[in-house]
């Protein structure tokens, strides 16, 4: 037997002696928690050193964290939702029954506590137990250690025990609701309507990326699992919402790494009688409330470590920067005088993955040099904007100059967030486009687009003029909690199937 199902073993044992004395280990009666932590700690702490308020009563529930025998009496710390608590147990005020129970508890274990706040000596605001109730027995024991980096893959495949026992862990997310939340309330005070659309999708679009695949039976059917929900958006347009949006899961069947997820969160908008200017703004407004949603204001620094930190500025309006001319003054190519060949060789000479390099346009390979050479040298929020026709398939072409479009995408420490763009409605023109990527498609790009004929459809119904963006959550929470890695601000990060799997044995 392993050393931790020995340790298991150890805790059935408590658990049946726990059954002996008649006590349920896990109860199904609800327990009235008349208290959180924090709350008991920021109402009492006025208390004296050594003062008691006998008079009141707490109700407290939570994990045990902590525990410091003292013979007859005992510290103890339990966690809730809101933070630590310290317990104190007297074998004379909660009864020698009662404190025989609690002798059969460990480490990780669910009570509830009804007594009395007090202070102690040492100045720690405290409930003094009158009563005990064993909530949950924990069966697995608690981790000794938890927070080097080689713990990161079972932190996020046990993800349960790294918020039982790290505190930053539980705020990151909390900070993500929250955030979420402001977005959303935002949208929702300037006449924005939250809708969902499909997940599952006859045809992918709305973005350049590979789907993953799936097969309705009963309709005897391929479908793919949603890429974006941009296409769906724009119908609600035809359809007469002036102003929608989504806060949706995407699914990408794509690499992973610190910046990328299979399953990623975004938020999508659209609003009719806009363009591109106009949902810049509102995505100005939205990242500033999700700024002072987490607590940092409107400036945050974001770095590894004090000495790396930058100073992030979420202050509206951002910088706007042309993206040929961004290419000139940060990659050192000018777009007007290079020569299609002299940009294939400096593709070839990056990092860039590409098969179909003889089939790209002079544009398309400006595009991908902007990726490779400019990108990381974008610290500071900054809109990219006036995007080649040939890589904006859904933007609307720019009146003055028909080869680019009225599309952005905004940048912060070097990684997109947002991408937008004054909406193609002219269904003959989308046609083309579609027709366009399902040629790349036959040359080989996995990510081209399909031709949605129904979307088509529906565009020939008439669009009004608008503005969308999508905006990547998962990569703004990055910034807003200084998080390394993508899979630090989703709960449950996808991750590789190990054949080595804990198994619990109870026998």
């Known amino acids: ?155 996020y495949r046990n993800r349960y025990v790294d918020l039982m026992v790290n505190d930053d862990v539980r705020k990151t997310f909390e900070i993500r609701s929250k955030v979420v939340s402001a977005m959303r309330k935002y949208l929702d005070s300037n006449n924005f309507l939250e809708v969902e659309t499909p997940m599952m999708h006859s045809i992918p679009g709305g973005a350049a990326a590979k789907p993953f695949k799936t097969h309705h039976n009963a309709l005897d059917m391929d479908m793919f699992l949603r890429i974006a929900p941009e296409l769906y958006l724009k119908r609600l347009l035809v359809g007469g919402f002036e102003r929608v949006y989504e806060i949706n899961r995407n699914f990408r069947n794509e690499g992973i790494s610190i910046k990328h997820n299979p399953e990623f969160t975004m938020l999508e908008a659209y609003q009719a009688y806009g363009n591109n200017e106009s949902v810049m703004t509102l995505t100005e407004n939205l990242l500033a409330e ?43 190519i000018d777009y007007e005088t290079v020569d299609i060949e002299e940009l294939k060789r400096r593709v070839k000479g990056t990092s860039a993955v590409v098969k179909h390099i003889d089939s790209l346009s002079k544009a398309e390979l400006a595009y991908m040099l902007f990726g490779e050479l400019c990108e990381s040298k974008l610290v500071q929020p900054t809109f990219i904007t006036d995007f080649p026709v040939e890589v904006s398939p859904l933007a609307k072409a720019k009146a003055d100059n028909p080869s680019l479009t009225e599309r952005f995408e905004l940048f912060i420490l070097g990684r997109e967030l947002a991408n937008g763009f004054s909406e193609l409605n002219d269904p003959i023109d989308q046609r083309k486009r579609f027709e366009k990527q399902v040629d790349l498609r036959k040359a080989g790009d996995e990510e081209g687009m399909y031709l949605d004929e129904d979307f088509i459809l529906a565009l020939s119904y008439g669009m009004p003029p608008a503005g969308g963006v999508g905006i990547g959550i998962d990569r703004l929470l990055m910034f807003l909690t200084n998080s390394p890695s993508i899979r630090d601000v989703i709960l449950f990060p996808l991750l590789r199937h190990r054949d080595d799997e804990e198994k619990m044995i109870f026998e």
Not at 322 to 332: D, F, H, V, Y
């Open 290 to 332: 999700a700024a002072k949603a987490s607590g940092h204001g409107l400036k945050l620094k974001v770095g590894p470590t004090e000495e790396e930190q930058v100073e992030v500025d979420f202050t509206p309006p951002f910088k706007r920067l042309p993206l040929l001319q961004a290419l000139k003054e940060l990659g050192g």
């Open 1 to 155: 037997m392993s050393e931790l199902n020995e340790f298991v073993k150890i805790r059935i044992e408590k658990l049946k002696a726990l059954r002996e004395k008649g006590i349920n280990p896990y109860p199904s009666a609800a327990y009235d928690q008349s208290h959180h932590s924090n709350e008991i700690v920021h109402k009492f702490r006025d208390l004296q050193p050594g003062e008691h308020k006998e008079d009141v009563a707490v109700s407290v529930a939570g994990r045990l964290m902590t525990i410091r025998d003292m013979g007859k009496s005992v510290f103890a710390h339990i966690q809730d939702g809101k933070g630590k608590i310290q317990i104190y147990i007297r074998k004379d005020s909660l009864g020698e029954a009662a404190f025989e129970v609690f002798k059969l508890l460990d480490l990780g274990d669910i009570i509830g506590v009804k007594g009395f706040p007090f202070k102690t000596k040492t100045g720690e605001v405290s409930v003094h137990a009158k009563t005990l109730e064993v909530l949950s027995k924990s069966l697995h024991p608690m981790p000794e250690k938890w927070h080097g980096l080689t713990d990161l893959e079972i932190r």
